[in-house]
C-alpha cells in the first residue's frame, strides 16, 4: 500500500501532466548550468524527505532494463547461471532490449524491501534519474516517471517553480 501522501503527488501530477511536458520540453534551451544546479538541489531536498519503503511504485509498475553484467552479477547472486536467470526472470522487448518480465517486481518483499538490494540492476539504482547531466535532454523518459514516482514529480515541480517563477 502506497503511502496516501505519494498517492496524492501521483494524482496532481496525472492533472499537470500538460503543464509538467511543457516545462520539461523548455529545459534543453536554459542555461544548463542552472539547471543542474538547482535539480540536484531539488533532488537532494526531495530524497531527504521521500521514503522508498512507504512507496515502491517503481518496482510495482515498471520492469527495469537489464544489461548483461546485471544478469551476470544477479545470477551468481541467487546461485544460477546467467541463462537459468534469464529463463525465469527476463524478457527482450520490441526494442530489443532486455528487461525484467513482470511487474511487480520479482524481487520485491512484502514490505517493500528489495530482496537482491545489493546485486539489483543498474537501472534500478539509477532511477528515477534525477541527478543525472541527461536529464535536461529526456522529456519524454522524465514525464513518464513524474507519473511513476512521486519523488520524480516533486523534484521537477520544485525544479519549475525555481527555474521559471524565481529571477
Ligand atoms: S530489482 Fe529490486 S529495486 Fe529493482 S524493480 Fe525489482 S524490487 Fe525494485
Ligand atoms: S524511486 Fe520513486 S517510485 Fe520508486 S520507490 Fe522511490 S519514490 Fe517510489
Known amino acids: 500500500m502506497m503511502d496516501p501522501t505519494y498517492q496524492k503527488y501521483l494524482d496532481e501530477s496525472r492533472h499537470k501532466k500538460t503543464r509538467t511536458s ?80 513482470a511487474v511487480p517486481c520479482w524481487f520485491l518483499a512484502d514490505d517493500n524491501h528489495c530482496r537482491i538490494y545489493e546485486v539489483r540492476p543498474e537501472a534500478c539504482r539509477r532511477y528515477p534519474h534525477t541527478d543525472e547531466e541527461d536529464f535536461v535532454r529526456r522529456r519524454s523518459l522524465n514525464l513518464a516517471n513524474t507519473l511513476i514516482c512521486p519523488a520524480a514529480y516533486r523534484i521537477t515541480l520544485l525544479l519549475q517553480n525555481r527555474l521559471t517563477l524565481l529571477p
Open 22 to 101: 511543457e516545462f520539461l520540453g523548455q529545459l534543453k534551451d536554459m542555461d544548463k548550468k542552472r539547471v543542474l544546479q538547482e535539480l540536484y538541489q531539488a533532488h537532494n531536498e526531495v530524497f531527504k524527505e521521500v521514503d522508498c519503503l512507504a512507496c515502491a511504485n517503481c518496482c510495482k509498475t515498471s520492469p527495469p532494463l537489464v544489461v548483461k553484467s546485471d544478469i551476470n552479477r544477479i545470477a551468481r547472486f541467487l546461485g544460477l547461471t546467467p541463462r537459468e536467470f534469464t529463463r525465469r526472470y527476463v524478457m527482450e522487448d520490441v526494442n530489443g532490449e532486455w528487461s525484467f518480465n
